[in-house]
């Protein structure tokens, strides 16, 4: 149990449960966050500074491409520019009526879903217990580990993936944060951060892992995975984070 500033106890270790403010130092910049000789980029959804390629407080992609307007194009210096200036109203002559009108130009049909390159599978995340993952973390956490029970019993719960990411962690309301996999509870998994991993979907239909910085690491088929590292995901894969939570992907 940690406490924060205040004095409140909190089983989060990086941010106040009670009050929200931060437990212990601002977390240092990795190799994917900003560089250390400037100030840290403002995430543009909450203004909170950047530390890796996810904001810590709303879950913001600072990754994920951003609309920027293009610059109309100017004339090179010199060059002979084929604008006309506008004609007086005077000169305009006036429309007769026996004239048509001219006709709209046919509007451009959207694209169907056969005109994309890849099959738009469905997936779905299935959230579990996993009791072999459980004894496998209290085998390497010590007499500390002790103080963390297996559920006796967790409902199953599925989640369909949709649109471009899918954050896994607990719900904060102090820090605005609301993932759309939410582990908050119950039964509540201490082991598991605020923001501790994100599902990403890929060009190809698919959907890929990435753990931006959790306090204890994520799992994909019992290999831990870097911080950072965009792993992809295939049916039947299980993702293990937490101190027992177990999250199996399908595809179809």
């Known amino acids: 149990m940690a406490v924060c500033p205040s004095g409140h106890d909190s089983a989060s270790d990086d941010f106040c449960d009670v009050c929200g403010m931060r437990i212990g130092g601002s977390p240092a910049a990795g190799a994917s966050g900003p560089s250390s000789a400037g100030a840290a980029e403002p995430c543009p959804s909450c203004s909170t500074p950047r530390t890796g390629q996810f904001c810590e407080a ?13 610059a109309p194009p100017q004339p090179a210096s010199g060059a002979y520019s084929t604008a006309q200036p506008p004609l007086p109203a005077s000169a305009i002559p006036p429309t007769s009526a026996a004239s048509p009108a001219p006709s709209a130009p046919a509007a451009e049909s959207a ?29 390497v956490t010590g007499p500390e580990g002790a103080a963390v029970a297996f559920p006796s019993y967790c409902a199953e ?11 896994i ?22 082991g598991i951060s ?15 892992v990435l753990d931006p910085g959790s306090a204890n690491g994520t799992l994909l088929n019992g290999v831990e995975i870097g911080v950072g590292d965009q792993v992809p995901l295939h049916d039947g894969d299980r993702v293990n984070l937490g101190a027992w939570t177990a999250i199996t992907v399908h595809r179809g």
């Not at 709303?58 to 293009?70: L, M």
């Not at 719960?157 to 954050?167: D, E, I, K, S, T």
């Open 157 to 167: 719960r599925r989640f369909q993936l949709v649109g471009n990411q899918m954050r």
């Open 58 to 70: 709303c879950g913001f992609n600072f990754a994920a491409p951003r609309f920027i307007p293009a």
């Open 111 to 139: 694209p169907s879903m056969s005109s994309f390159p890849y099959p738009q599978a469905t997936w779905t995340a299935v959230v579990g217990a996993d009791r072999a993952y459980y004894e496998r973390v209290q085998a």
């Open 194 to 208: 605020r923001l501790h991993a994100v599902l990403i979907a890929t060009p190809d239909g698919s959907w890929a």
């Open 169 to 190: 962690g607990r719900r904060s309301v102090s820090r605005g944060l609301a993932p759309e996999i939410d582990l908050t509870g119950p039964p509540a998994d201490p």
